[in-house]
């Protein structure tokens, strides 16, 4: 059973910068991504990359902005956060899924979270 640290959250202003990094035990899985819930709100995808790394996917509203990588000889996926708004605020979530895509049911272990916090 794979078992996730994130870390790297934190405040900053807007058009600020954050980079997050999760730590995976276990297996490497297929997919490593992160997703974030807002106050009030669902859970929604952010990022999301294959082992491989031939399979990339963004949001809409983050792509452009934040950059998915990961370290499988460690195990870790990062997420690298530029040009930060309000909206962007969030307890921001690593998970792995065993199948191609970005389907948050896929998705079967996850972390903790971290907050990220972006003032105006």
């Known amino acids: 059973q794979a078992q996730l640290a994130e870390s790297g959250g934190g405040l900053v202003q807007a058009g600020g910068s954050l980079r997050l990094s999760c730590a995976a035990s276990?297996?490497?899985?297929?997919?490593m991504g992160w997703f974030r819930q807002a106050p009030g709100k669902e859970r929604e995808f952010v990022a999301a990359q294959s082992v491989s790394g031939s399979n990339l996917y963004y949001a809409n509203s983050v792509n452009g902005r934040f950059t998915i990588s990961r370290d499988n000889a460690k195990n870790m996926v990062f997420l690298q956060m530029t040009s930060l708004r309000p909206e962007d605020t969030a307890v921001y979530y690593c998970?792995?899924?065993?199948?191609?895509?970005?389907?948050?049911?896929?998705?079967?272990?996850w972390g903790q979270g971290t907050q990220v916090t972006v003032s105006s």
């Open positions: 276990g297996r490497t899985s297929i997919m």
């Open positions: 998970a792995t899924s065993g199948r191609i895509g970005a389907r948050r049911d896929d998705y079967d272990y």
